[in-house]
């Protein structure tokens, strides 16, 4: 049997088929509730984690570079060490006050490099030793945020594990539905969804109120609605409304004491926006 056109349902129909997709949805976003902030959690430990361990790189290599530092000033060190050695030999055969007047100023000379490169080398291994002292905080940081972050993946792995499967099939049967509801309607309906609060795109009439954000509606809408001549929308919150018995929702006997009415506040664009869901 050949599968019918989305733009030939009944506005029953696509009513009906409508608050199936709704009812899915919420279905989903109640296991997805389930996990709580916990996704949420476990991506800003990871990233938190992803950080540090740059920073610990970034450490790790200043360390390098001092201690290359420390190296070569060491290595210089010995060769002006080399010098000075060498310059004191010729003292004891200079022939002139001159010659003498020379070596001498070299010998000072490098004694001077070999002070600065011993100073250059202290203050290198004061920072050796400072960066090495952060890269144990970090190090320490990161075992404490890797411990919180398994103990976060684990629960969420138990939670995602035993929500999984329905989630999936959940998944599967929206998109079904999706399939029986023609495209400018459904993305309609998405647009709504997404604009409300508690994610409800189409909601049925309580006790003479939108069962979205609870303001009266009208009798004459209420019968417009149970008519299901064309789609009607609350003009209060946008929501696409339905009737309980098409919706199969038991309706609920009207309590004595009812909420506040709210300052009615009709948009001019609700008839225009039920005109394009039709």
């Known amino acids: 049997m050949a599968k019918k056109d989305p733009t030939d349902l009944s506005v029953e129909e696509k009513l009906r088929t409508l608050y199936q997709l709704q009812t899915t949805l919420s279905a989903i976003d109640e296991k ?9 959690e476990v991506q800003d430990l990871e990233d938190e984690i992803a950080g540090l361990n740059t920073r610990v790189e970034k450490i790790q290599s200043e360390i390098q570079e001092f201690q290359s530092a420390v190296s070569q000033k060491r290595a210089e060190i010995a060769q002006a060490q080399a010098s000075v050695d060498r310059y004191k030999q010729q ?43 952060d890269l ?25 594990q035993e929500t999984r499967d329905e989630e999936e099939r959940l998944k ?59 789609i009607i929308v609350c003009e209060y919150c946008g929501r696409i409304m339905i009737d309980p018995e098409l919706a199969g929702v038991k309706p609920a006997v009207a309590e ?20 394009k869901l039709s």
């Open 32 to 40: 997805r509730a389930l996990r709580g902030e916990l996704p949420l």
């Open 91 to 133: 003292l004891d055969e200079v022939k002139n006050n001159r010659e003498y007047d020379t070596l001498t100023k070299e010998i000072e000379f490098q004694s001077l490099e070999i002070e600065l490169c011993n100073k250059k080398i202290n203050e290198a291994l004061v920072k050796v030793d400072e960066k090495k002292h």
């Open 136 to 160: 144990e905080e970090n190090r320490n940081i990161i075992h404490d945020r890797q411990v919180a972050l398994d103990e976060k993946k684990g629960e969420l792995d138990e939670i995602m």
């Open 172 to 230: 599967e049967k929206a998109k079904d539905l999706e399939t029986k509801i023609e495209p400018r309607l459904l993305a309609s309906f998405k647009r709504i969804r997404k604009n409300a609060r508690n994610g409800l795109g189409i909601v049925y009439v309580q006790r003479d109120a939108c069962g979205g954000c609870f303001n009266k509606i009208p009798p004459q809408r209420q019968l417009d609605i149970k008519m299901h001549k064309k």
């Open 256 to 275: 004595a004491e009812e909420k506040p009415k709210r300052k009615r506040s009709i948009r001019k664009t609700v008839k225009k926006e039920e005109e």
